[in-house]
Structures are given as structure tokens and as C-alpha cells.
């Protein structure tokens, strides 16, 4: 247990997390920190733990200390997805990686991918059928898919978007498991689910090992990042081997659409509630005014951040500002979701309220959706341009209700989804 930072005993966190330690952890830390305050230290068996719901404390991780922490045991069961990409690599591999991925993220690169995005959006909202409840979730879920594989691959592999869904699905149920010492020990036994998980696995290694060998062979005169990527690594002294690219193109492919897909059906899920921010939604989007839309997705990523929770592990003893003395091999997180709602932080802080935007900005590091420091979201841009244009093709000609009875509550898993279908209605406006 961290010394000095108070917390509570062993007997009432196992209590307060077993036996769904993630589904449980918001409702366990707002009270633990109700209680102890806003660096809390608890353990279980087989780990200690420092949350910090604190801005100071964490920019120190997250800046000013950020070689004293690693990527935390999550970003290593995700590596079983995802390999050596930026989101799960530690250094000097990520700093060498970054710099080569930069460059598909420039400014004038999303640019380019607007027009997919802008196309997408549109086809999306042509085929959406009025007066028939569908499933926001999905929905959002397979068009960001398509985005994502046009925009980063340059082909659409939409074809094979029932590959990657599984996959993924079965990692974010599995994900809690791996969490906890059998978790490893899961990994390697016959188990139905890890045979299907490895299953998912390979069959996502064929599409992409396939998009690799096939630009390889035919060229990178593409906007899209792959042919980037491949563009760059040429300049390096060692090429990257193909491996290495399909973990950054594997890394980019799901953390590129399963975030923004979360982040636009909580739009949808908000809005449908909001009539008066819908209205004015709607028609900032037929005015072409991006900063009220953007406004619109600052708060809704401040309610619901899809990266919900943010981990580290501590390489070595560190002492955080304000925080407290942590013990090496501790794991320390921070939770968007909980630092967002701070009422001293922000007012009235469950209130869904875009206007609060125009206001004085928060102090840093209070509102953190994207992370922080060397290890921040590269994909911010992408995602807000992303979200934006979709919004603004989807809320334009329509509105959306929920279906009558239907109870959308938050999963926090690996990303913040929702717990069951978001089943909704589109009105023509
Ligand atoms: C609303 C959408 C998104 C949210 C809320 C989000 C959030 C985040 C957060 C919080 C981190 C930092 C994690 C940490 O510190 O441990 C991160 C990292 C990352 N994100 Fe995003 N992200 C989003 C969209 C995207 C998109 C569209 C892409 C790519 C197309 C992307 C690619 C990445 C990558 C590669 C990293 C690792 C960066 C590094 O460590 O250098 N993300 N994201």
C-alpha cells in the first residue's frame, strides 16, 4: 500500500470491486474519494493502486514525471491485440514510432481525409430510414469502421468489418478477466472464448498482412496513413518489418473508430435528451458554424469520455505534486469520467451544456478526454473532424428520438460504450 496517501482497507475494496473490478470502479472511487480525498491509495491481493482525480498531480505523471511511469498492465493486455503499436509501445520504441506516424496526422493530411469523411457521412445518412428504430451504437460503430479503412488504409474493408467487430467485442469482455492473476493463465488455456479470440486475431492479421503486401507491391501514391507510414519508414536506417507495421496499423484501425463511435452515439444519446441543444445543434449545421458543433462535442466527451480511464504503472519510487509519495510497481489511475464531474472543477458539472465553452477554459489538466503529454491522442484532430462532419450530415436533415422504454446505461470497459443497444428513431426535420 502507497504510505502516506489514505485510502481504503483491503477488506472494503474487495468489497467495493469484486467480482467486476472495471464495472465497478466509478462507484468505488466516487466514494472513496468522497472520503479520503483526491488521491486515494487502495490494494488488491495482488496489487497496489493510486487514483488521482487531481489536475495538479496529474500533469506531473502525465509531463513533468513521465519517465518515471510505464504503460500500465492494460496496455499490456491490449497488446495481445494490438502488438507494439504507439498506444501500447514503451520507449524509445514509441518515441521512434510517433515520429513516423506523425506525419499522416498533419493538418493538411485531415484535410484530405475530410472529403472521405464528408462522403461517408453523406451515404450514412441516405440509407438511414425514417420511423425505424435502429441501433445508434452499431450504427456509429460500422460507419467509423468505414471511415477509419478508408482513411487510414485507402480500401474499404467494410468486408471484413464483421471480423474486426468480433474481435474486438471479444477483447472487451475478456479484458476484465485478463485484468487478475489467472487472467494470464486464461490466456493459454482451451478456453471457447480464447480460441475465439485468437481466432478474431489471426483473421484481422490476414486482411491486414494482405493491405501491407498489396501496397508494397503496387506503390504509396495514396492519401491515406499506410501508404505514410510506408513513406517515412523508408527514410529510417532500418525499414520497419512488416510486423511492425501491422501492430501501428492494427493500433490505428481500432483505437481510430471505436473511440469516435462512442463519442457520436453519446451525441445522439445527449441530443435526443436536449431538445433545446438539439435545435441549435441543428441549425449551427446548416449554417456551416463548426464552433457551436464543436462546442457541442467538448461536452459531450467532458460527460462521456470513451477513454473513460487512463493507467500507468510507476517504473521507480516517485513523489507527485500534491500527490503523494508512490511505491515502484504501484499502478496509478486517472478517470476522465470522474475528474470531468468535479464540481469545484466545473459547475453544475452533470449538466449537459456546450455553452459552458464559452466560459473561461478549465485549469489544465481538469479536462483531459485525449490524455496528456508525449503519450497524448494523436488521433485528436481525426476524431474531432470526424465527429463533426458526421454530426453535422446526420443532425442537419434529421433528429433523433430514443425508442419509447429504452434505458441506456454506461459500460466502462476498456472504452466508455453503452451497457446494450442505443435503440433511436430518425425524424425527418
Ligand atoms: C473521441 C475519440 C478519441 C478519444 C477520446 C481518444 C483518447 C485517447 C487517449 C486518452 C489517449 C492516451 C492514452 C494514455 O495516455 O494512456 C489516446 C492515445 C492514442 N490514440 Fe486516441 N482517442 C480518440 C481517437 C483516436 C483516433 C481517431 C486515432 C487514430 C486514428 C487515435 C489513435 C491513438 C493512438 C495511436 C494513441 C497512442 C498515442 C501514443 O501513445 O503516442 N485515437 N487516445
Known sequence: MASKIPGPSRIATLLGLLPVPFQRFPEFMRRSTARYGNVVAFALPWR????????EPLKDMFVTQQHAFS????????????????????????????????????????????????????EFAEMLRLGEAFDAHAAMMELTLRIA?????????????????????????????????????????????????WRARRALDAIIYDLIARRRRNGTQRVDALSMLLVAQASE?????????????MTLF?????????????????????????????????????SYLNRVLKEVLRLYPPAWIIGREALRDVTLAGGGFIPRGTTV?????????????????????????????????????????ARRCIGDEFALREASIVLQALVSRFRFELAPGARVEIAPLVTLRPAGPVMMGAIAR
Open 71 to 122: 504503460k500500465s498492465l492494460g496496455a499490456r493486455v491490449l497488446r495481445l491485440l494490438l502488438g507494439e503499436g504507439l498506444l501500447t509501445s514503451e520507449e524509445p520504441l514509441h518515441r521512434k514510432m510517433r515520429r513516423i506516424v506523425q506525419p499522416a496526422f498533419h493538418h493538411e493530411r485531415i484535410a484530405e481525409y475530410e472529403r472521405i469523411m464528408e462522403r461517408d457521412a453523406r
Open 333 to 373: 489511475f486517472a478517470a476522465p469520467l470522474m475528474l470531468h464531474r468535479r464540481p469545484d472543477l466545473f459547475s453544475d458539472p452533470d449538466e449537459f451544456d456546450p455553452d459552458r465553452w464559452l466560459g473561461p477554459e478549465p485549469p489544465p489538466f481538469a479536462y483531459v478526454p485525449f490524455g496528456g503529454g
Open 254 to 290: 481500432i483505437a481510430g473508430h471505436e473511440t469516435t463511435a462512442n463519442l457520436l452515439t453519446w451525441t445522439l444519446y445527449l441530443l435526443a435528451q436536449h431538445p433545446d441543444v438539439d435545435a441549435r445543434t441543428a441549425a449551427a449545421a446548416r449554417a456551416g458554424d463548426r
Open 48 to 55: 497496489s493502486y493510486v487514483f488521482i482525480n487531481d489536475p
Open 237 to 249: 536506417s532500418a525499414p520497419l518489418s512488416d510486423e511492425q507495421l501491422r501492430d501501428e496499423i
Open 149 to 197: 479503412s478508408e482513411t487510414l488504409f485507402g480500401s474499404d474493408e467494410s468486408d471484413s468489418a464483421a471480423a474486426v467487430a468480433d474481435a474486438l467485442r471479444l477483447m472487451m469482455t475478456e479484458f476484465s478477466a485478463m485484468l487478475t492473476p489467472i487472467g494470464a493463465l486464461r490466456q493459454r488455456l482451451p478456453l471457447r472464448n480464447t480460441r475465439r479470440f
